[in-house]
Every structure is written in C-alpha cells, then in structure tokens.
C-alpha cells in the first residue's frame, strides 16, 4: 500500500517539475495594456531587417537584476532593452532571473554562473552591490562573455573589463537634495523615509541630507528608521515621523515603493496639500499619483530605467558590427516635477501611467 | 516537567502571564509618555499603535492556539498576500462586487490553512518545515497570480475598511476587538482552548485520553489561515494597494506577540489576552523606541531580550514555586510523624 | 532468497531515499537540460551549494539531538559582518576578526545551550530570542557600510588549490568531520539518544545538559564556516548577510533525510539535501522556468520531498 503512494508520490512530483519546467519562460511583462497599445506602432517603426545575426538564431542576453519582487523598476530595464532592439532590427531574446530577497548576493552569483552554463551570449547584470559584484564579473571575464554592469557608476570599469551603464548616484542625491532646498527656499523642516541598510539608501539619502545642510545650514531634517524598502514599514514610519513633527513641509523617499505608504500615510493623518511628496525613480505607478486631485506628489528623481536597457541594445549592436563599446555609459537622472514628466519621459511610458 | 495540564496550575500559570504582561504594557506605556510628548497625544495611541498593531494583533490570536498546540506556522505572510492579492483582484480587475472579493480572499486563506493542516496531521510532517515551504509555495503562487507588483488605488468603500473609524477608535482596531472577543471565548470557554494546551504538553497522552488531535490542529490552522487572510486584506485596505511584498515579517511579529504574552509551548497555558496585549506591546516598543531614537535594529535587540529574559524569569519563578510547594509537603509529612 | 534481496534494497531505499530522490532529479534535469551534465555545470553545483551544506551540517546537530536553532542565520551574519567590517572599518588584522568571530559564535551557540538547559526553555523560543539580540546588534554596528572580504576568506572561498576549488576542499573536510563525530564518538551516540528518548538518554547516564550546549556550540561552529566560506566567495556583505540561511539550514537538512523530531540523521544528509535544493534551483535557471514559478517550485519541492521521508517513516 505504502508502496505504491511511494510511486505515485515520485512520479507526480516529476510530474509537477516537468509541468512547471514547461512553463512557457515567461518574461515579466509590466502594465500589458501600454504594452499592446504600443506594440502595433512599434512594429511598424521596425528599421527593415539588418541581419546582424553573429551565429544562428536571435543573440541571447542574461538579464540579472538585484530584485524583481520589490519593485518593477527592472523590469522597464527589459522593456528598453527589448523596444531599442526591435528598432534596431536585433533579434534578441532576453532571460530575466532575480534573487529573492534574501541571500541576495549569493543567488545572484548563482544565477550569473548558471548563464554562463547556458551558453549566453551577453551578461546584463544589476549587482546587489557594488562590491559585490566582483565575483560576477571575474566569471564572466573568464567564460569571455561580454558583461554590462549597471546602474551605479563604477570608477575603472576598463580595469574590470566590463561595460560599465551607470548612474552617478551620489550625484542624483545631491540634486535631490539640491532641488528640496530651493524649492522650499530653506523652509523646512523635511522629512526622510530610509531605505534598507546598504547602498542605495547611502547614495540617496545621505548625499541629499549632505546638500541640504550645505545649502540650508538652519533647515532641519528628520529621517526615519530603515525600512527595508516595505511599503508597509515605510507607511508606519512615515506616520511616526509626520506625528512627531507635524510642520513638516515635505517628504523625501528615496523609492517608489516607499512613497506608496508615505502617501497613505498623509491621508490618513488629514494632512493632504499641507506635505508635500518627493519619490525617487517615479515608476509609472507613482506617477498616477500626479493626475490626482490635489496631486500627492510634487515630482521626483526621474531615473530613466528603460534607458539603461536602451544604452545595452545600441552597444551590443556596435559589439556586432565588430565596433568596440565604450566602458562607461552614463544614463543621468533629473529631478522633475509632475508637469515636467513630459519632457523627460517617453510617450510609452507615460501612457503606462494612464 | 508539568505535571497536570488542566485545572489549577495551568490557570494560575495563565492569570500570572497575563499578570506580567499587562504590567510590561502599564510600564512601558508610563515611561514612554514621561520621555516623549508626542506619545502622550492620545491620537497617537490611537492612530500610531492601535490601527497598525491591529493586524499583529489579528494573527496572534490565531498563532495562540497554535503555539499552545506545540504547532507552528510560518506561513501566514504568505496567506495574507495571496489571500488579499486574490481578492483585491476579484474587485479591481474583474469588477465583482467588493464584498465577494473580500470573501473569496478569506476562502483562500481557509484552503491554505487546510492544505498545511493536512500535511501536518494526515503525513504527520513537522509544522516548521511545511510552513517553509508554503511559505515559498504562497509567495510564488502571489506572484504568479498578480502578475503585477503593485496594485494601487482601490475602491473607497473597501479603502475604509483600513482607513475609517468609529468615534476615533480605528476601524481596524474594532475588527480586532471582535476577533479577539471571539477568540476568548473560543480558548477560555470552549474546549478548543483546553484541548489546544493539552496536545501541546503532550499529544499521545491527548490522543490515548480519546481527543481527536486531528482534528483539532487542523482547525487551529485554518482558523489562522482565515486571520491571515484578514490581516492582509486590512492592509491593502489601510496602504490602498496590493504588493507582493505583503506580509514579510508577519510570522515573527505574531509569534514574538505570543511568547511575550505567556503563552507557553511545552503546554502549560496559554493566554489570548497575554498574546493581544503581547501584539500591542510590540508596536509600543516599536513606536516608543522610535521617537526615542533608538534604531530598528536595537529593537529588535530589545525584544529579544525582553524575550529571553521574561521566559527565564518565568522559569525561575516556577521553579521557586515547586521548590517552596515541595519544601511545604516535606515539613508536612514530617510534621505528621 | 529473492525475497530477502528485496527487504535489503527496501531498507537501502528507506534509508537513502533522499539519495534516489537527488538521482532521479538530477536525471530529469538533464533530459531537460542538455547543458546540466557537462563538467562545469556539475563543478558550479558543487561549489554552489557548499555553504548551504555545511550550515546545514552545523544545524544537524541540534536537531539530531532533539532541537532546533533559529539563530544560526544571526550567528552567520554576524561572523561574516564582523570579518569583514572589523578588519575593513576598524583596523584590525584580518585573523583577529575571525578569532573574534570565532569566540562570539562559540559564545552565543553556549549561551543558547546554557538558556535551554537550565531554565528549561523551548529551544524554538529561546533560539528566536538570541536571533533577534545577534542580528540586531550585528546590524546596529554595520549599519549602510559594505565591507568586502579580506584576503585569507577571500582564499576560503574563491581560490583553488592543485585545481580543486578551496571551498569544496574545507566542505568536504567538515563533512568527514562531522560524519565521524555522529557516527565514531561518544558525542553522536549521546545525540541520538538524547534526540530519539531525552528521559531514557539521562537515566542511562547521558550528560544531557553539557551535551546540548556542545551540539549548540558546534552548531555555532559550522556557522562560523559557513560564513567564512560564503564571504569568500560572495566578496562583500551588508547588513542582511545571513538572514537566509535562517530557515534554509533546516530545509535543507530536513529534505536530506534529517528528522525535525530528533534522533534520526547523519553528515551526509546535509549534503544531500544542499544538493537537491541546489539542483533544483540550478534546473530552473538551465530551463528557463520563469522567475514567477521559481518560488512555488521550490516550496513544492521541499513538500514533495518530506512527504516521502513521511511515508517512509510510517512503514517503520
């Protein structure tokens, strides 16, 4: 009797494995409706095919962001890299994996060695962090497959050898903080949502506390706790943080996913139109929240994520035509606010906001 | 260790358990308004404690019984993004009404709960490892099902759910208040609670003594598969969005709630009002230690060691107990010679 | 004779099924995959997932002997943080960080063993108390810094010696380690009596309280590997390092054949269960199951697994 349960147990877990193995490889598809409204334009923008194809088939890129749970910010990567290519006429496909949250680094290795098993033929790889990221890049380098490194902005990418498309992010801090302190004409005081203990949250948020002490030396600045980039956290703390100190006049979040919960925080303080709401990245789901009536955010850090994956497409169509591609790429970031939205962001990805 | 599971030193054990943590909660609440203004404002209470700590507060009820039970169950974070994922779902994308969303999202955690039971009492596999992996398994199933990561701006009725209140006191904290009316009276009064503490000292006695432990534990989990499903439509209620990344954290809180408020896992007790007031305490802390300016991470140090050395108190004070009983019965029996 | 080559396979098989299990899977993914069985693949699975086996290994211990730690993803962390930080941050020579993190791992595996023994605690609670004291410590003194990895982890981890890489090298020594400790000492044969029957264990003479400290102190010793070998190899940590591990290095032991129960168990389940998670894992990425599935998979791997162990167990 146990027997054959045994059996049935085994056979339906190779069952289940060879089902889920089947799955069609779906690639993380963000809002679906911008993307059939603009997928008839784009196809008949196509440049007439230039069969750049090196070997057989469309070229194979292994895309590793640092996350694909907390935020859709990477996904949008794909999305340029994927619209820049159609133009381009390059047949590429493009494998997505993420870590989970956590062990972060260490899935990220796993995943990046697992590409180069697979034979790809470019590595596009987010690290989880900066130094980090070493490891990844010495096993590229090895298996000889070219490697795209973002979104910071490394020092000596040539010495790495990798190709290096970036953001300087110290500097889209610094502008943010900048930005907060003419806007508010050194009225603070300013409120700070923190991030998760690590880089990102450093680059964001203490380079804009830097500049704003430079700028405004008087100005006062509450920062939160860290919050592990959760929404969750992130509208607790802002709570906390507008209770203890109600005359603040806005609120920076050095996330989108942080600015949700800021956001629902306001409102259910009352204090809707009395703060104001700076985001960082401005995902299209934030970016909805500027066509409200009043408007909950002021604008923010536009980080242009489809650029990144625009920059890749371009250089691996130059790596193909035997050009050599530049080690550093940098992609800026602008602060804007939402009636500027236009002039930074593309149609497409505009229309995602609807 | 515990001789008798029922009767008198079981509920003494539970009234001093409520006892202590009540006393913390007083303590705590009576320093934190001496060192900082804001949290004397009783909107903070209301508004900064009271409506987030709802939705611990909400799954420790639930992690009671299982933890009484000797049970464990990782999963509810997991529970409660599915559950409010799939619900919200129902009314945001499909245009159900928001009722049968809601409905549907506390079906979902019911079969959940089911599915652990039953691999935790028909397979008989430890409760720690099945929750892990329907953990995973619930986590991906979001995922999957959402597609989205975010979905924002819901409708303003289900919104009031999680923002509204009745003459100040958070909408949130009533639902709790009704769970947690509910829940007393299924421990204290029924024999869910009874049978829950004596399966948790131990089960083959239970089991020989004829209580049909099946059938209890998978009651205690789908109970609190049904909390959790609660717990994470209240969120999306009060955040007015769904993300995938509901719920992360939610376990530790709720079991951290129970254990601070006495209940015991080798069985000796439980308390429902030990494990509310343990939930409350936990965002008093976290709140408190805030405006204090103490960090996320000496908090969390905090708790541990308040955990640690409540449990280690509560140990040598039983002890002390049995040594004092025992000493009483020796004089005794000498006495009488 | 016929029917006794039978119960003999049986008994393989009820002990080993996890062996089988990890065959057949490694099977299927190479008719999935044509990629899976070349050389580099099968060196990437070993070098992958030796971090994974030897915390596993540390945390067999305890359940072996009839407990569980839930502090041993904080204990990780910590020694990888403080390798790394103290050295990079604080000035020091990198072996006095990792001496340092020796002692405070040693440290906090005696003091969850000593918390257990003598105020006669759940280990769940107790391991749960100090995973929240370590890591919040851990991560109040490491704050946004990353700090890479010094030069002899750095070897740990990422170098190979006469071709071999170092990492497998030290996993395969604390493997035996292990293997003859559980199976060659006094020491294992008091873990699984303590596991299988703690009354029966004491009235026969088994120091039941100084032999849970040692498990727990052990446990935090192979912590202390895994970290170093995980550092090495990763190059840099934060402030999240090691909070993974937390509920993996049980997973993973359990799926091996370790029973959560206590008193069943070996070093090489630990191994083997690394290994299933890791060929999992390893399979979804060759066959491009989308990231979405990967989660539920491996949930449903895990289950798939302890439920066979389950069955297994109800024959005997």
Redesign the interface.
């Known amino acids: 009797m146990y027997k054959k349960l045994l059996a049935l147990f085994v056979v339906a877990s190779l069952l289940i494995i060879g089902v889920v193995s089947c799955a069609p490889a779906e690639e993380a598809a963000p809002a679906e409706e911008a993307m059939e409204e603009e997928a008839a334009p784009a196809e008949e923008e196509e440049a007439p095919a230039e069969e750049e194809a090196m070997d057989e088939g469309p070229v194979v890129i292994g895309y590793s962001p640092p996350t694909l749970e907390m935020t859709d910010f990477y996904v949008w990567g794909q999305e340029g890299l994927e619209r820049k290519a159609t133009e381009l006429g390059l047949e590429i496909d493009v494998i997505t994996k993420a870590p989970s949250t956590h062990a972060a680094a260490e899935e990220q290795l796993r995943i990046v060695e697992d590409f180069i098993t697979q034979g790809v033929d470019y590595i596009w790889v987010v690290p989880v962090s900066v130094e980090a990221g070493d490891p990844i890049f010495e096993a590229a380098n090895e298996a000889g497959i070219p490697i795209f490194v973002g979104h910071a902005l490394y020092e000596d990418p040539e010495a790495l050898n990798i190709i290096n498309v970036g953001t300087d992010f110290e500097k889209t801090g610094t502008d943010v903080g900048n930005w907060i302190s003419d806007y508010l004409a050194c009225e603070g005081p300013v409120g700070i949502i923190r991030g998760a203990a690590g880089e990102y949250d450093g680059w964001r948020v203490e380079s804009a506390i830097a500049a704003m002490a430079a700028k405004c030396p008087d100005m006062e600045v509450f920062a939160s706790d860290y919050t592990d980039w959760l929404t969750e956290n992130g509208l607790n703390q802002a709570k906390t943080l507008l209770t203890a100190n109600p005359d603040i006049k806005l609120v920076y979040n050095p996330s989108s996913t942080l600015t949700l919960g800021t956001v629902q925080a306001i409102d259910e303080l009352g204090m809707v139109g009395e703060v104001e709401v700076l985001d960082y990245d401005l995902i299209p789901t934030v970016q909805k929240m500027c066509k409200e009536d009043p408007p909950k955010v002021v604008g923010g850090l536009a980080m242009l994520p489809y650029e990144y994956g625009a920059v890749v497409a371009d250089l691996i169509q130059k790596d193909l035509n035997g050009e050599e591609m530049t080690y550093t790429n940098e992609v800026p970031g602008v602060v804007v606010e939402c009636d500027e939205f236009v002039t930074v962001f593309p149609d497409w990805y505009l229309a995602a906001a609807e | ?1 515990n001789q008798s599971k029922n009767g008198k030193i079981s509920s003494f054990f539970r009234r001093a358990a409520q006892l202590r943590i009540l006393f913390l909660v007083f303590v705590l609440f009576i320093a934190l308004s001496i060192l900082s203004p ?1 949290f004397r ?1 009783l ?2 209470i209301l ?2 404690v009271l ?2 700590a709802s939705i611990i507060g909400i799954l420790s009820l639930g992690m009671t019984f299982i933890l009484a039970s000797k049970g ?1 169950d ?1 999963s509810v974070g997991s529970i409660a993004a599915l559950s409010s994922s799939v619900g919200v779902m129902a009314f945001y994308k499909y245009d159900y009404p928001i009722w049968l969303g809601i409905v549907i999202g506390v079906l979902i955690g019911i079969l959940f709960g089911l599915f652990n039971a039953f ?1 935790i009492t028909k ?4 409760p ?3 929750t ?10 979001t ?2 099902l959402s ?4 979905t ?2 819901l409708p303003d009725s289900f919104r009031d759910i999680g ?1 509204g209140s009745f003459f100040s006191i958070p909408t949130p904290f009533l639902i709790t208040l009704l769970l947690y009316g509910v829940s007393y009276y299924l421990f204290n009064h029924t024999r869910l609670g009874k049978y829950a503490c004596a399966i948790g000292s131990n089960e083959t006695a239970a089991r020989v003594a004829g209580i049909q432990v099946d059938r209890y534990k998978t009651f205690y989990y789908i109970f609190i598969g049904f909390l959790s499903a609660l717990a994470g439509l209240i ?1 999306s209620a ?4 769904v ?4 719920g ?1 954290g939610y376990e ?1 809180d709720a ?2 709630s129970v ?1 601070l408020g006495g209940t ?3 069985g000796g007790g439980g308390s429902i009002t030990g494990s509310f007031l343990g939930a409350i305490m936990l965002m008093l802390l ?2 408190g230690l ?2 204090l300016g103490i ?11 308040i ?2 050395i409540g ?2 108190y509560a ?2 004070q039983d002890e002390q107990a049995r040594k004092s009983a025992r000493k009483k019965m020796t004089e005794k029996v000498l006495s009488n010679q | 004779m016929k029917s006794k080559k039978i119960n003999k396979f049986r008994e393989f098989a009820g002990n080993n099924g996890m062996i089988l299990v990890l065959i057949v899977l490694m099977g299927f993914m190479s008719l999935l995959s044509d990629k899976f069985l070349s050389t580099s693949n099968l060196v990437n699975l070993a070098i992958q997932n030796c971090t994974v086996a030897v915390v596993a290994m540390g945390i067999s211990f305890v359940l072996i002997s009839g407990g569980i730690d839930l502090s041993l993803g904080s204990i990780v962390g910590m020694v990888a943080i403080l390798t790394c930080g103290l050295t990079e941050y604080n000035g020091w020579q990198e072996w006095q960080s990792i001496l340092f993190s020796l002692i405070l791992a040693l440290g906090v595996g005696a003091l969850n063993g000593w918390i257990i023994t003598r105020f006669k605690i759940e280990p769940v609670v107790v391991t749960l108390g100090t995973w929240y004291i370590v890591q919040g410590l851990v991560q109040n003194y490491i704050l946004s810094r990353v700090p890479t990895a010094p030069p002899f982890t750095s070897f740990l981890g990422s170098e190979s010696v006469f071709g071999i890489p170092v990492i497998v090298i030290v996993t395969v020594l604390l493997i035996l380690a292990a293997h003859l400790i559980l199976k060659r000492t006094v020491l294992g044969q008091w873990a699984y009596a303590m596991g299988s029957n703690p009354a029966a264990a004491r009235l026969s003479g088994v120091p039941v309280n100084k032999a849970r400290i040692i498990f727990f102190m052990l446990s935090a010793f192979y912590g202390f590997a895994c970290a170093l070998l995980m550092t090495g190899r990763i190059h840099a940590v934060d402030a999240s390092a090691g909070s993974g591990l937390v509920f993996l290095a049980p997973a993973a032991a359990v799926v091996g054949g370790t029973s959560l129960f206590g008193g069943r168990g070996r070093a090489l389940n630990a191994v083997i269960g690394a290994l299933i998670m890791g060929v999992i894992a390893n399979g979804l990425n060759l066959t491009r199951v989308s990231f979405f599935w990967q989660q539920v998979a491996v949930g449903a791997a895990i289950l798939i697994a302890v439920t066979i162990d389950a069955l297994q167990r109800r024959r005997d």
């Open positions: 260790m804001t404002k909107e903070f508004e900064n409506r987030p464990l990782l691999f397979l008989r596999v430890a720690f490892i099945v892990i992996a329907t953990l995973s398994i619930g986590r991906g199933l995922l999957v597609g989205n990561l975010f924002y701006g923002r969120f009060r955040a007015n969005m993300a995938i990344t509901t992360m530790l079991i951290a254990i015991s896992m080798a976290d709140n805030q405006l960090n996320t991470f000496l908090q969390k140090t905090i708790v541990g060691m955990i640690i449990l280690a140990a040598w």
